[in-house]
T-cell receptor, first 110, second 112 residues
Framework: EAQVTQNPRYLITVTGKKLTVTCSQN?????MSWYRQDPGLGLRQIYY???????DKGDVPEGYKVSRKEKRNFPLILESPSPNQTSLYFC?????????FGPGTRLTVL | GNSVTQMEGPVTLSEEAFLTINCTYT??????LFWYVQYPGEGLQLLLKATKADDKGSNKGFEATYRKETTSFHLEKGSVQVSDSAVYFCARGSGNTGKLIFGQGTTLQVKP
C-alpha cells in the first residue's frame, strides 16, 4: 500500500530535550516536506526537500532541522524544543503537484 | 501577496442540505488548485484538484471549478451526509517546487 508513515503519532516532552520525528514514504517520490497545523492558521510549510541531500526552508523553519540522506526518509529534528512548537505536524511526499500526507504527529512541549 | 482565503467556519448543515465552501486565491499566473479533507484524528487526504482554468475537479459527490476571472475554487456538494463532517482545506500550488499554500481550513458539521 502506498503511504507516508510518521512516528511517533503522539509525543509529550519538555523544553530543551532534543527530539526527532521520523517520516518515510514508499512511493519513490522525490519531493517531501514538513508542515505544522495550528488552529486558525491552516498548514504552514516548515522545510522541504526536492531530492536526496537537497533541502530548503519553508515558511516557518526557525527551531527546526531536517535531513534527507535517503529518498524515502525525511526526519524532522527539534534540537531544543520550546512550548511554541506545540502543534500537529504532518509529513508529505509529492508527485505531479499532488501531496500525500502522513497521519500526523501531535507534539506537546511543556 | 500570495495566499488562499476560505470562508470561516464552522459550517453546520442538516443531512441532505446543499454545501458551498468558498475559496479564493491570489497568485501570479495560474497555479493548480486543490481541496483536501481531514477527518477527525487523521491526516489530510486529497479530495479533488484542477490544474487549469475552467477545469472542474470532482470526487465523492463534491465539485469545484477553477474560475480564473474570480480567482476562486469554491467547493460544492448537492446533498451532504453525516460522514462528510470534517475539516476542508483549499490549497494552491506554488511554482514548480511542489509546495502547497493552504487556507486556514473550514470545519463542516453535518447533523442527522
Amino acid at each position: 500500500e502506498a503511504q507516508v508513515t510518521q512516528n511517533p503519532r503522539y509525543l509529550i516532552t519538555v523544553t530543551g530535550k532534543k527530539l526527532t520525528v521520523t517520516c518515510s514514504q514508499n512511493m519513490n517520490h522525490e519531493y517531501m516536506s514538513w508542515y505544522r497545523q495550528d488552529p486558525g492558521l491552516g498548514l504552514r510549510q516548515i522545510y522541504y526537500s526536492m531530492n536526496v541531500e537537497v533541502t530548503d526552508k519553508g515558511d516557518v523553519p526557525e527551531g527546526y532541522k531536517v535531513s534527507r540522506k535517503e529518498k524515502r526518509n525525511f526526519p524532522l529534528i527539534l534540537e531544543s524544543p520550546s512550548p511554541n512548537q506545540t502543534s500537529l505536524y504532518f509529513c508529505a511526499s509529492s508527485w505531479a503537484a499532488t501531496q500525500y500526507f502522513g497521519p500526523g504527529t501531535r507534539l506537546t512541549v511543556l | 501577496g500570495n495566499s488562499v482565503t476560505q470562508m470561516e467556519g464552522p459550517v453546520t448543515l442538516s443531512e441532505e442540505a446543499f454545501l458551498t465552501i468558498n475559496c479564493t486565491y491570489t497568485a501570479t499566473g495560474y497555479p493548480s488548485l486543490f481541496w483536501y479533507v481531514q477527518y477527525p484524528g487523521e491526516g489530510l487526504q486529497l479530495l479533488l484538484k484542477a490544474t487549469k482554468a475552467d477545469d472542474k475537479g470532482s470526487n465523492k459527490g463534491f465539485e469545484a471549478t477553477y474560475r480564473k476571472e474570480t480567482t476562486s475554487f469554491h467547493l460544492e456538494k448537492g446533498s451532504v451526509q453525516v460522514s462528510d463532517s470534517a475539516v476542508y482545506f483549499c490549497a494552491r500550488g506554488s511554482g514548480n517546487t511542489g509546495k502547497l499554500i493552504f487556507g486556514q481550513g473550514t470545519t463542516l458539521q453535518v447533523k442527522p
